[in-house]
C-alpha cells in the first residue's frame, strides 16, 4: 500500500489557506456570524467558510443566475453566498435533509435581507428534483458523498446549455489520492469523479480549493 506524502487535513497550506482569505475579504456581517454560531456545532467542518464563500458568491455575480439549486443547505451559509448573483425576479432552491439544521437554516435566512427569494425543501434530494421542474442555471452539490453520481445523473438531462454545477469536496480530505482509495466516501467521490471526467455531456475543471470544487458545465 503506497501511503498518502500529505497530511490529508491539510492539503492547503494554512499559511497560503489564511493569505487568500486576507485577500479576499468578506463583508456581510451575518455570515461572520454564522460562522461563528457554527464553531459550537458537532459537524462544524461542514460549512463553506470565507474562502469558499466567496468564490461561490463571486461565481454567481458572473453567471447572474435565475435560478439556484442547492443540495445540501447545513446551516444556510453557502446559500447566503450563492443568492449575491441572483436576478432581481430569481429564486433560490436549497434542500436538506436533517432537520435541525433545516430549522437553523430556516432562522438564518428570516435574518437576512434576501431570504424571501430562498425556497428551502426538507426531505429525500432526489425525490424533491423530480417533484421541481425548474431550468437551473447554477447548481451548487454539496449533500452525502454517496449520493453525488444519483444527483449528477438526475441533473444533467434537466440543464440546458452553458448551467453550471459546482460539486464541493471532490478531493474528500484527500483520500481519493490515497492508493487505493478506501472508505464508503472516498470511494463514492471517486465514483463521481471518474464519471464526470468521462461524460462528454459536459466540459469540466477540478479546482484545488480547500477540499476540492469540480466546475462542471453543460455543453
Sequence with gaps: MTKPYFCVMDLIHPLAQSYAEKYSPQENPQLFKIESHSKLHPHAHMLSGGLKGKFLEMISLLINPTYILEIGTFLGYSALCLIRGLKPMGELHTIENDEESARVARENFKNSKTGNKIILHTGNALEVLNSIDIPWDLVFLDADKTGYTAYYEALVPKLKSGSLILADNVLFHGQVLEEPVKGKNA?????????????????????????????????
Excluded at 192 to 218: A, C, H, P, Q, S
Design 187 to 219: 470511494l463514492a467521490i471517486q465514483a463521481f469523479n471518474d464519471r464526470v471526467k468521462n461524460d462528454d455531456r459536459v466540459e469540466k475543471m477540478m479546482l484545488t480549493l480547500r477540499d476540492g470544487v469540480y466546475l462542471i458545465r453543460k455543453k
